[in-house]
């Protein structure tokens, strides 16, 4: 199965629905029943599921974020700015792929869940990839 291949602009550390890309590389993929992942080939930058009715759902998520990870100058780790180690924290807590089910050549998402890419040391020209195997 070929890797569908997305290009991100970030403008700030905000989440981004990459919920119709997401669809379109499942789409395209021609597999009807599967596992989709989305993987980020970013260190501080992460991918999630969450609720979208609500946009103080996605506040809330980012707020949480910063104030269990703040951006402070003690860590050890200071490539470029503050932002940077942190950005690389939270990454690796929330996580930089997941995995989603395929059915009917659509992801399996609840009613109120969209596909988010987290920035966390914005902006940056970011991508992601999505690659779909039959099951």
Do not use: W
Not at 99 to 126: C, M, N, T, W
């Amino acid at each position: 199965m070929p890797i569908a291949n997305f290009e991100l602009k970030t403008e700030s550390n905000v989440p981004y629905d990459i919920t119709p890309q997401v669809a379109e590389a499942v789409r395209n993929s021609g597999v009807s029943c599967g596992i989709g992942v989305v993987a980020l080939p970013h260190t501080t930058a992460a991918v999630c599921i969450i609720s979208f009715p609500d946009p103080n759902c996605l506040e809330d998520v980012m707020d949480e974020v910063a104030r269990l990870v703040p951006a402070r100058i003690d860590f050890k780790h200071q490539h470029d700015t503050p932002h940077d180690a942190a950005g690389h924290v939270k990454s690796a807590v929330i996580g930089s792929s997941l995995s989603i089910l395929v059915d009917g050549g659509a992801p399996v998402l609840g009613h109120s869940q969209k596909i988010y890419f987290l920035e966390f040391d914005g902006p940056r020209e970011r991508s992601f990839n999505v690659c779909v195997v039959p099951v």
